[in-house]
């Protein structure tokens, strides 16, 4: 079996064990980016010389029994992460020379547990958008059909790691962007309790609802990766101060006691029926591993897309005013009759900027100037807290809510981004998980009679994403979806 055909975990106990060394394992990933991703577009930067590097320090340092529990793993990391020495673009043309002089609290984490970052992934711009067709780069397409979208905005991993690139790789998720992708690439996507991991370093879309998470290929890869970037961090305060459990352990426990609840109410239109059919079939897997499923009623998650759309637009129209050209981002070439600094700020903002973002900006700006605010900004926090209370009064009699993470196939590329609204539509089932702050998981589930993947979503209690592993693990252990590979 090649190294490219074994999961995370595979991987990381055959270099401990000394079957092989990081060096070989990386080589021959970075010879498939080579050969594969010409047709995918799923790397902005491969780092190739700086990971044959670090895996030969790793191979050189490593001793019987080394604690380090990502030895010499090959991992790729979104490109809204910052990473030392290495260009962060967000996918943006405002980025596009923007070296960062630090880590990610997340991807130091990986570091230092001995993994090796291959590269930086694609993404939509910002984190913005649903189809990875955003990118200042080009689109990402889906491992599965090359004319399909493989989800966004974290597209470039989930593409990455299903067609294996990489065994593993890191996203971010502020309204379904890790698991929507995962579903549309048949992979693994977690997106942790706000909190759970730090967002220090991560390029800021909409800061109350941004979260870094893993992709993929098996629960157990997921629940590894969890375990080293979760925790405290003292340069992110909103990170949580809770013990991170060891989420590798009794993972295969089985689900008798397990409730899970399914709100039929929010399923009954806009899904496509294979998905439907896919979701029918993934329930009744469910029940035959020991869990009982439930009905349950999420009354406001319908008005979850409007909700989202005003938070998320109005907190990226704040975080995105820092990239005006006058430090470290793209500046504009003036006309030398233009000098004044506003025409500066907005020849740099038009030029640096995506027709997506620069949409986003203006919706979030309005939604929160004078004689708006509370009308659309301060009605939609309120609604936030609606839905966050739906969520809680669900967990007292359910452990888990199970629902399709996207109510589509992967879509030709072309066929929603000149459609706003029905590219927005696409995130109904993931959003409300990002407006509770509440951790969540797509497993692979099948595939439609065309071959393409389908995803299911568990969405838990707040920090229990030992649970929803768990959960998902059991799904896991009762099918082999996981193990199908895309022919590239």
Not at 13 to 38: F, P, Q
Not at 374 to 381: N, W
Request: hydrophobic share 40%; charged share 20%.
């Amino acid at each position: 079996m090649t190294a490219t055909a074994q999961t995370l975990v595979e991987i990381r106990d055959a270099i401990a064990a000394g079957e092989i060394t990081s060096t070989n394992i990386c080589s021959e990933y970075l010879e498939r980016i080579a050969a594969v991703d010409g047709s995918l577009n799923a790397f902005n930067n491969v780092t190739h010389e700086q990971a044959l590097e670090r895996a030969a320090a790793v191979d050189r340092s490593r001793t019987a029994g080394d604690p380090r529990p990502l030895l010499g793993v090959p991992i790729a990391i979104k490109d809204n992460l910052c990473t030392r020495g290495v260009p962060t673009t967000a996918s943006s043309r405002i980025l596009e020379n923007f070296v960062p002089p630090y880590d990610a609290t997340a991807v130091s984490r990986l570091e230092a547990a001995g993994a090796i970052v291959l590269g930086k992934t694609n993404c939509d711009e910002f984190g913005m958008g649903s189809s990875n067709e955003n990118s200042a780069f080009g689109p990402v397409k889906n491992p599965w059909n090359l004319t399909r979208s493989p989800g966004g905005s974290s597209g470039g991993s989930a593409a990455a790691v299903s067609a294996r690139l990489v065994p593993g790789a890191l996203g971010s998720d502020t309204g379904g962007s890790i698991r929507q992708p995962a579903a549309l690439c048949g992979v693994v996507g977690l997106k942790p309790t706000y909190g759970r991991v730090s967002r220090y370093g991560l390029l800021a879309f909409a800061s109350s609802l941004d979260q870094v998470g893993p992709l993929t290929l098996t629960v157990r890869d997921a629940a590894l990766l969890l375990e080293v970037i979760a925790g405290p961090d003292p340069r992110d305060a909103t990170t949580a101060p809770q013990q991170v459990p060891r989420y590798t352990e009794n993972l295969d426990a089985d689900l008798r006691g397990v409730r899970l609840g399914v709100p039929s109410a929010l399923l009954d239109s806009g899904i496509d029926p294979e998905i439907s059919q896919a979701f029918s079939a993934a329930v009744e897997v469910f029940q035959s591993t020991g869990a009982t499923v439930s009905d349950i009623t999420l009354p406001h998650a319908q008005y979850a897309i409007p909700v989202y759309y005003l938070l998320a637009t109005a907190e990226a129209s704040s975080n995105l005013a820092r990239y005006d050209g006058v430090r470290y981002t793209h500046r504009a070439e003036l006309d030398p009759t233009s000098t004044t600094l506003r025409a500066m700020y907005d020849q740099t903002r038009s030029e640096g900027f995506g027709e997506e973002v620069k949409r986003r900006i203006m919706l979030g700006t309005y939604a929160l100037s004078a004689g708006y605010y509370d009308a659309y900004y301060l009605k939609a926090q309120q609604v936030r807290t609606l839905i966050l209370r739906d969520y809680e009064q669900a967990f007292d009699s359910v452990d888990a809510v199970i629902m399709p993470t996207s109510p589509v196939p992967a879509f030709t590329l072309g066929e929603k981004i000149k459609d706003p609204l029905q590219m927005y539509l696409l995130d109904i089932f993931t959003v409300s998980a990002n407006l509770a702050g509440l951790p969540a998981i797509s497993v692979p589930a099948g595939f439609t009679q065309e071959r393409l993947p389908v995803g299911v979503q568990l969405v838990g209690r707040a920090f229990d994403e030992g649970g929803l592993l768990k959960i998902a693990r059991a799904y896991e252990r009762n099918n082999g979806w996981w193990k199908e590979t895309p022919n590239i």
